[in-house]
């Protein structure tokens, strides 16, 4: 009988020490910026009870959560009058890392103080179709400060993401956008009921195009004088300072319907204000107000953002918002808090298609003591040693072997220098260190740690 060969499910991939180099490379930047504005790191389980996760993502985030399977006889006492999923799934795998932040502060508000800042970078997993950056799991890297309504914090998610692409060398624009606006948009077009539908309509602007978008909106109840009113306010143009005004006269009753929106006009003013701390923060990185940007997720009660890579078309590499309303959902109301996730698949995806990943990643050993043999061996270990003390990688060639064969593993695995060693050398307690691009060959006192390491730096 032939064997199988082996898979993995689709939407998932295995990582190879180039691709580990270059994700921890990603990792560890996001990392040190996060920590420059006083996050702190975190963790939370792979799942969560499904009570956590349901009704936190929308209709359509409910949908795409990966359900357990209850362990032992799941099926044993079912009650067939009853739902069966409940009665066999009682956890799911996290969707995103903001509802499991929000019941970690629930569970845990006792011992955290506030504002609580803090970071998580860890897998996620949606039952999504799989196709080009989109995968079923893949990594987030999320920011999130809770327990202030400060338009400060928005300001500081605004130069992370600047200081983070800055640092990777990634062109990016950042779009932002309101819920609050978005209320608007459907008070205005005389369908306040309707918000959940319009903002998700809205939300697939850029991939199915607007005569989609009005199709969907009327699908779902809303009338034609209302669509035509939502149509005008995505197709203004300008500045933020045209958009913004035309906006105020729209919700201040100039538009066809007349109706007035108070809380689109919080929105505007936010909005406002949050442009003007990052004029006068000095973001480097273009930032507009993108009113078409919705965001699906039923939790944001306040700005939302979203970020693009100027030079390589992926979708969005990063977005988030202000959530009012989640802990609440855990029996924490009041306590308010915004935060953005960064999509490090997506990055690393930009990353290589730009080619901006730095050269030297592939380089994890530095040097390699090839061996001649069992004497040439035990001579070299204690330098191995001495050198890795000293934080240098180096490897020893685990077996006597003919030399073509080492010098192609080093070949293969971009090691830039290779000491050859035999009696001589032994004899006279002198190491031969070669550079291996340049062919530059020198030799060492055994014992000049500091020579060899000037030599391979």
């Given at each position: 009988?032939?064997?199988?060969?082996?898979?993995?499910?689709?939407?998932?991939?295995?990582?190879?020490?180039?691709?580990?180099?270059?994700?921890?490379?990603?990792?560890?930047?996001?990392r040190s910026v996060f920590r420059t504005f006083g996050y702190q790191e975190?963790?939370?389980?792979?799942?969560?009870?499904?009570?956590?996760?349901?009704?936190?993502?929308?209709?359509?985030?409910?949908?795409?959560?990966?359900?357990?399977?209850?362990?032992?006889?799941?099926?044993?006492?079912?009650?067939?009058?009853?739902?069966?999923?409940?009665?066999?799934?009682?956890?799911?795998?996290?969707?995103?890392?903001?509802?499991?932040?929000?019941?970690?502060?629930?569970?845990?508000?006792?011992?955290?103080?506030?504002?609580?800042?803090?970071?998580?970078?860890?897998?996620?997993?949606?039952?999504?179709?799989?196709?080009?950056?989109?995968?079923?799991?893949?990594?987030?890297?999320?920011?999130?400060?809770?327990?202030?309504?400060?338009?400060?914090?928005?300001?500081?998610?605004?130069?992370?993401?600047?200081?983070?692409?800055?640092?990777?060398?990634?062109r990016v624009a950042i779009h932002i956008n309101n819920r609050k606006v978005?209320?608007?948009?459907?008070?205005?077009?005389?369908?306040?009921?309707?918000?959940?539908?319009?903002?998700?309509?809205?939300?697939?602007?850029?991939?199915?195009?607007?005569?989609?978008?009005?199709?969907?909106?009327?699908?779902?109840?809303?009338?034609?004088?209302?669509?035509?009113?939502?149509?005008?306010?995505?197709?203004?143009?300008?500045?933020?300072?045209?958009?913004?005004?035309?906006?105020?006269?729209?919700?201040?009753?100039?538009?066809?319907?007349?109706?007035?929106?108070?809380?689109?006009?919080?929105?505007?003013?936010?909005?406002?204000?949050?442009?003007?701390?990052?004029?006068?923060?000095?973001?480097?990185?273009?930032?507009?107000?993108?009113?078409?940007?919705?965001?699906?997720?039923?939790?944001?009660?306040?700005?939302?953002?979203?970020?693009?890579?100027?030079?390589?078309?992926?979708?969005?590499?990063?977005?988030?918002?202000?959530?009012?309303?989640?802990?609440?959902?855990?029996?924490?109301?009041?306590?308010?808090?915004?935060?953005?996730?960064?999509?490090?698949?997506?990055?690393?995806?930009?990353?290589?298609?730009?080619?901006?990943?730095?050269?030297?990643?592939?380089?994890?050993?530095?040097?390699?003591?090839?061996?001649?043999?069992?004497?040439?061996?035990?001579?070299?270990?204690?330098?191995?040693?001495?050198?890795?003390?000293?934080?240098?990688?180096?490897?020893?060639?685990?077996?006597?072997?003919?030399?073509?064969?080492?010098?192609?593993?080093?070949?293969?695995?971009?090691?830039?220098?290779?000491?050859?060693?035999g009696s001589t050398e032994i004899e006279g307690g002198t190491v031969n260190?070669?550079?291996?691009?340049?062919?530059?060959?020198?030799?060492?006192?055994?014992?000049?740690?500091?020579?060899?390491?000037?030599?391979?730096?």
């Amino acid at each position: 009988m032939a064997i199988q060969k082996p898979s993995i499910p689709k939407g998932t991939r295995d990582f190879g020490q180039t691709d580990m180099a270059r994700r921890n490379y990603i990792f560890d930047t996001i990392r040190s910026v996060f920590r420059t504005f006083g996050y702190q790191e975190i963790q939370t389980p792979a799942m969560e009870n499904l009570s956590t996760l349901l009704g936190k993502y929308g209709e359509e985030g409910d949908k795409l959560l990966f359900r357990i399977l209850n362990s032992g006889d799941a099926f044993a006492n079912v009650d067939s009058s009853k739902p069966l999923t409940p009665q066999v799934c009682e956890k799911g795998l996290r969707y995103d890392l903001t509802v499991p932040f929000a019941r970690f502060v629930v569970q845990h508000q006792n011992e955290i103080s506030f504002p609580f800042k803090r970071f998580q970078i860890q897998p996620v997993w949606r039952a999504d179709r799989p196709q080009k950056g989109r995968y079923r799991e893949f990594y987030q890297c999320d920011v999130d400060v809770i327990g202030s309504r400060s338009q400060v914090n928005e300001l500081e998610l605004v130069q992370m993401v600047d200081a983070v692409f800055g640092k990777l060398g990634v062109r990016v624009a950042i779009h932002i956008n309101n819920r609050k606006v978005l209320t608007g948009f459907a008070e205005i077009a005389g369908a306040p009921d309707k918000v959940v539908d319009i903002t998700v309509a809205i939300d697939k602007l850029d991939k199915i195009g607007i005569e989609k978008v009005k199709e969907e909106m009327a699908e779902k109840g809303i009338s034609a004088e209302g669509i035509a009113v939502i149509e005008q306010i995505l197709s203004l143009e300008g500045g933020f300072a045209e958009k913004l005004a035309a906006m105020k006269a729209l919700f201040e009753g100039g538009s066809a319907s007349g109706i007035t929106s108070e809380t689109g006009l919080k929105g505007l003013s936010e909005l406002e204000e949050l442009f003007g701390l990052i004029d006068a923060a000095g973001v480097k990185a273009p930032v507009q107000m993108d009113l078409s940007l919705a965001r699906g997720l039923n939790y944001y009660t306040g700005a939302i953002f979203e970020v693009k890579a100027l030079d390589w078309e992926i979708g969005s590499i990063c977005g988030g918002g202000r959530y009012d309303n989640l802990t609440g959902i855990f029996g924490l109301p009041d306590l308010s808090g915004v935060g953005i996730s960064f999509g490090a698949d997506r990055i690393y995806d930009v990353l290589t298609g730009l080619d901006l990943f730095p050269s030297a990643l592939e380089q994890s050993t530095r040097l390699l003591f090839a061996v001649m043999g069992d004497a040439e061996l035990r001579y070299v270990l204690p330098l191995a040693k001495a050198l890795r003390e000293a934080g240098v990688a180096v490897e020893v060639y685990p077996e006597a072997a003919k030399l073509k064969k080492q010098f192609d593993y080093a070949q293969k695995k971009a090691i830039p220098f290779i000491s050859i060693n035999g009696s001589t050398e032994i004899e006279g307690g002198t190491v031969n260190v070669k550079n291996l691009e340049t062919g530059e060959q020198k030799a060492f006192e055994l014992s000049d740690i500091s020579g060899i390491l000037g030599f391979i730096a």
